[in-house]
């Protein structure tokens, strides 16, 4: 093929067009007759100028010009049509016909937000370097924080506790020398808080959005001077009622003694009088709560204490995020009703939700943000620390302090997790022994409520992958001389890469324990159902007997009730029966001879079955007293 055919395929050529500079339409000519363009039309005594915008232009075949004018009117019609046509307008182009919009769009998203301030298409990030944080708004978050800066060394460590304003003048201070590396712990969350240390730590944007938004997944982000870590922190808490008061005893034991007597006559009190109303008392329903992304207020009667394992007492009881509100939807009604018939509201338990975030900076500081739960993680760390013997305190390691966090936080979750195999075992005694529709129910919510363990512990073993990943190739000896070398970025040491494999060790272990309970209640509601239906079955087949049996008595009854005239009385009672008894067996046997005939062969087979075995054992028996025999003979 040649060049020319060649190229005459990659780029198409147009037919030619006449050079056409028309405002309105033209009768059609002839086609032996050449198209010319007629003079402008003229409206209102005045000229139509040609439209301000350049149309786009090529050339024909012939090396002629052709102008392409938009919106011409193509459409065939007769010159008499032409004339009943609507007069122009006076910028010489026919105007569409506007039509009202079929769909607006939305821009009110008060209803849809998931968190205050949000746009579709903002600005994404929040600048701490900015005091409205780059957004239209201020950042409407605030809270008296309770922080926890703790310096140390090999030999030295030094803790103090701050509020918002001590800990914006304390990081302006300079870090003194001695300090090997610096833990930050921030319990509560507020923008002057976060706005600081993400100015001391030059915090990237997209990090502090993470931090304030507390409906993240967990997950691990890298940036040039720290790393990022999200994850859920779930803890076990207490269910205490608001009207139960702890009176103080006194020293002596008959104080003592009234005391105990005065708990245990409220507690029945309130026993009985939660028997009597607990069908009234209720929740707000649909019609007196909007169905929006707010979180109501706690069930009216309740309220939540500390932890069982005794850590700490919570920061704030009146805004803990249960398991049910914990990322749930927006619809409250659903939640507040999961929540009062949770799994472990009977045991005066709830398992409580709270978004995690650490920061691992490259000059060996850790800086943790949490919504209520710091003491329960700092406690246990602060003790390691205390020792100038333990791992922790010897490595002088930021990634390793994360990783106790990372540590402390999943223990958390084994205690939740061995509560909610105790309240299934429970469950299964009642199925067991007695199911009722009404386990079912329990059993959803407890399937509920694993569900969303299991999609919160799940990705924390992504997290530590992600994390082991990022070992450094230096050693041991070398990582420690590089951790507070800025310019080295993050190091996760070896000594972290190892540690961090017993991490992944208990999150194994809870999803595994997480998956048996599931599968135990998923089970449990198969056998539920099966066994009413195999009694309901039983029961259908009692009264099926039944009627089978009576069925020919009330057959004669009817025939020898009847009045006719001419019907030779009965002389006894004897003479019916003579009758009825033999008629019932028969129909018996030809009705039921199926069922008789499957229940003699299952005899005889069981009976073949029991003589066989009990042939064995007597052989077995036999063949033991010949073994003992044989041995005595031996000695």
């Known amino acids: 093929m040649s060049r020319s055919s060649s190229s005459s395929a990659a780029t198409e050529k147009f037919p030619d067009i006449p050079d056409i500079n028309l405002t309105a339409p033209t009768p059609l000519a002839r086609p032996s007759t050449p198209v010319t363009a007629p003079a402008p039309l003229a409206h209102n005594t005045s000229s139509v100028s040609a439209p301000s915008a350049v149309p786009s232009r090529s050339r024909s075949q012939d090396g002629r010009r052709v102008h392409y004018v938009s919106d011409v009117d193509t459409t065939v019609a007769s010159s008499g049509a032409l004339s009943h046509m609507p007069p122009l307008s006076p910028s010489g182009i026919r105007r569409r016909t506007t039509r009202s919009n079929t769909f607006r769009t939305l821009e009110e998203f008060e209803d849809f937000e998931s968190q205050p301030g949000w746009r579709p298409g903002a600005e994404p990030g929040i600048d701490p370097l900015k005091p409205d944080g780059g957004q239209d708004t201020t950042p409407d978050l605030h809270a008296e924080c309770q922080i926890t800066v703790v310096d140390f060394s ?60 507390t409906r993240n997944r967990t997950k691990a982000d890298w940036y040039a001077n720290h790393a990022f870590i999200i994850l859920t922190c779930q803890k076990l808490v207490r269910l205490i009622d608001d009207d139960s008061t702890d009176d103080e005893g006194g020293d002596d034991g008959d104080s003592i003694k009234s005391n105990n007597s005065q708990m245990s006559m409220k507690s ?93 900076t490259s000059d060996n500081t850790v800086i943790a943000f949490f919504e209520q739960s710091a003491d329960d993680v700092e406690k246990p760390i602060l003790a390691r620390l205390a020792s100038p013997t333990t791992i922790l305190r010897q490595s002088c390691d930021a990634s390793m302090v994360a990783q106790a966090i990372v540590d402390a936080i999943i223990d958390m979750a084994i205690p939740v997790t061995a509560c909610y195999t105790d309240v299934v075992g429970d469950l299964e005694l009642d199925v067991l022994t007695h199911p009722t529709i009404q386990h079912t129910k329990n059993l959803y919510i407890i399937i509920s409520e694993v569900n969303k363990m299991f999609s919160l512990i799940n990705p924390v073993q992504t997290l530590v992958n992600a994390l082991r990943d990022h070992k450094t190739k230096l050693t041991q000896e070398q990582a420690t001389r590089e951790l507070q070398n800025p310019s080295g970025g993050v190091i996760i040491s070896p000594m972290t890469y190892t540690y961090l494999g017993d991490v992944y060790d208990h999150c194994v272990l809870i999803t595994e324990n997480l998956t048996q309970i599931k599968e135990s209640a998923n089970h449990m509601i198969d056998l539920i159902f099966n066994t009413i239906a195999t009694s309901q079955n039983e029961s259908i087949k009692q009264l099926t007997n039944v009627t089978i049996f009576f069925l020919p008595l009330t057959f004669l009854t009817g025939y020898f009730g009847q009045n006719f005239a001419d019907f030779p009385p009965v002389g006894s009672v004897s003479y019916f029966w003579s009758i009825a008894v033999p008629v019932a067996i028969v129909t018996y046997l030809v009705v039921m001879r199926d069922a008789i005939y499957e229940h003699l062969v299952r005899f005889f087979q069981r009976r073949h079955i029991v003589g066989i075995r009990k042939r064995r054992k007597e052989k077995m028996a036999q063949a033991k007293v010949n073994r003992g025999l044989h041995s005595r003979k031996t000695f």
């Open 154 to 213: 090999q030999d030295e460590l030094d803790i103090h506790e701050l509020d918002n304003k001590e800990l914006i003048e304390f990081i302006k201070k300079p870090q003194p020398e001695y300090v090997a590396c610096r833990w930050i712990n921030v319990n509560g969350l507020s923008w002057d808080v976060i706005q600081a240390l993400g100015q001391y730590k030059d915090l990237h944007r997209l990090a502090i959005e993470d931090t304030m938004n």
């Open 268 to 360: 029945m009190s309130r026993k009985f009088k939660r028997w009597f109303t607990r069908k009234k008392a209720s929740h707000p329903t649909t019609a007196s709560v909007l169905e929006s992304g707010t979180k109501p207020a706690l069930a009216t009667g309740h309220h939540f204490t500390h932890q069982p394992t005794g850590y700490s007492d919570v920061f704030n009881p009146n805004t803990l995020c249960t398991l049910q509100r914990f990322h749930a939807a927006p619809n409250s009604t659903r939640t507040e009703y999961m929540e009062k018939h949770s799994a472990l509201a009977s045991k005066g338990l709830a398992v409580m939700a709270e978004q995690v975030a650490i920061f691992i």
